[in-house]
């Protein structure tokens, strides 16, 4: 396990007006590297912040979003269309005004899909998805993401993984149903830890004052099953991206030294 890195900016704005230059430039490295790249796209406000601040830059038109291969954290199990769906909110924020390849974008299966009204079968049915994209490079069922961004919630939650609910606890499938959600929608599909953890960077957004006993419970050493996000945790990078309100009750030592 890294430890985590903090970047701590002046306000929400700025966070995901920096976070989204942050990952224009990391979606182009990967694909001048590799020809392709693949991120996990996150719900929220934080989540739907990045995309808004990406949509609204241009420089997003340097990367080719044709070679984009994109999934989701985590998902409201609820009807195909449906404003509350994270898909739904990526979609009108960005994803329908970029040149995306339709057959690399992984939206989670919707409560009137395939599955119908299983959030377990759909999971599976992710899970089975994941697995499908996942090479003899990669590292298990489950696809190297390039970067892995996860909201978190006052609760210190991340995905649909809330604390000491069940899905925070699997150790082995890499997709789960979620039922009795604290935060509306109660019935969620959601990554879990591990599948988490096979990304190489894992990006954790954190602006507003709402987060910030979450940010330092979480940074202060908390196990994962009493605070989710402190087990989230990239391969090669864990990166706390934080405003400065989400970021006022950390222990000084945690503090970065460029802090505002
Ligand atoms: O489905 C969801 O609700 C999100 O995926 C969830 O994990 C979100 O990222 C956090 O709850 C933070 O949300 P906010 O940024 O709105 O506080």
């Given at each position: 396990?890294?430890?985590?890195?903090?970047?701590?900016?002046?306000?929400k704005?700025?966070?995901a007006?920096?976070?989204a230059?942050?990952?224009?430039?990391?979606?182009?490295?990967?694909?001048?590297?590799?020809?392709?790249?693949?991120?996990?796209l996150t719900g929220g406000r934080n989540g739907n912040g990045l995309l808004a601040a990406l949509a609204?830059?241009?420089?997003?038109?340097?990367?080719?979003?044709?070679?984009?291969?994109?999934?989701?954290?985590?998902?409201?199990?609820?009807?195909?269309?449906?404003?509350?769906r994270n898909v739904t909110q990526a979609r009108e924020t960005l994803l329908?005004?970029?040149?995306?390849?339709?057959?690399?974008?992984?939206?989670?299966?919707?409560?009137?899909?395939?599955?119908?009204?299983?959030?377990?079968?759909?999971?599976?049915?992710?899970?089975?998805?994941?697995?499908?994209?996942?090479?003899?490079?990669?590292?298990?069922?489950?696809?190297?993401?390039?970067?892995?961004m996860?909201g978190?919630?006052?609760?210190?939650?991340?995905?649909?993984?809330?604390?000491?609910?069940?899905?925070?606890?699997?150790?082995?499938?890499?997709?789960?149903?979620?039922?009795?959600?604290?935060?509306?929608?109660?019935?969620?599909?959601?990554?879990?830890?591990?599948?988490?953890?096979?990304?190489?960077?894992?990006?954790?957004l954190?602006a507003?004052?709402?987060?910030?006993?979450?940010?330092?419970?979480?940074?202060?050493?908390?196990?994962?099953?009493?605070?989710?996000?402190?087990?989230?945790?990239?391969?090669?990078?864990?990166?706390?991206?934080?405003?400065?309100?989400?970021?006022?009750?950390?222990?000084?030592?945690?503090?970065?030294?460029?802090?505002?």
């Open positions: 396990m890294n430890t985590p890195q903090l970047v701590v900016h002046r306000d704005e700025l966070m007006q920096a976070a230059a942050r990952l224009i430039t990391k979606i182009v490295d990967a694909q001048a590297t590799r020809g392709h790249a693949s991120v996990v609204a830059t241009p420089a997003r038109d340097a990367i080719d979003w044709s070679r984009l291969d994109l999934w989701w954290g985590d998902e409201r199990f609820l009807p195909e269309g449906d404003p509350e329908d005004s970029v040149a995306l390849d339709p057959s690399r974008v992984h939206a989670m299966p919707a409560s009137d899909g395939p599955y119908g009204d299983d959030a377990d079968a759909a999971a599976a049915g992710y899970a089975a998805e994941l697995a499908a994209a996942s090479g003899p490079e990669n590292h298990g069922p489950v696809p190297t993401f390039d970067v892995l996860l978190v919630g006052p609760d210190t939650h991340v995905a649909s993984l809330f604390p000491e609910l069940p899905a925070v606890r699997e150790t082995e499938r890499t997709v789960v149903g979620v039922h009795g959600a604290p935060k509306p929608p109660p019935t969620r599909v959601s990554l879990t830890l591990p599948a988490i953890r096979a990304a190489r960077e894992v990006w954790l954190a507003g004052e709402d987060k910030a006993e979450a940010a330092a419970i979480a940074l202060s050493g908390a196990g994962e099953i009493q605070a989710p996000a402190a087990g989230a945790y990239g391969r090669s990078r864990t990166l706390w991206l934080l405003d400065a309100a989400a970021a006022s009750q950390l222990p000084r030592a945690l503090y970065p030294p460029a802090s505002p």
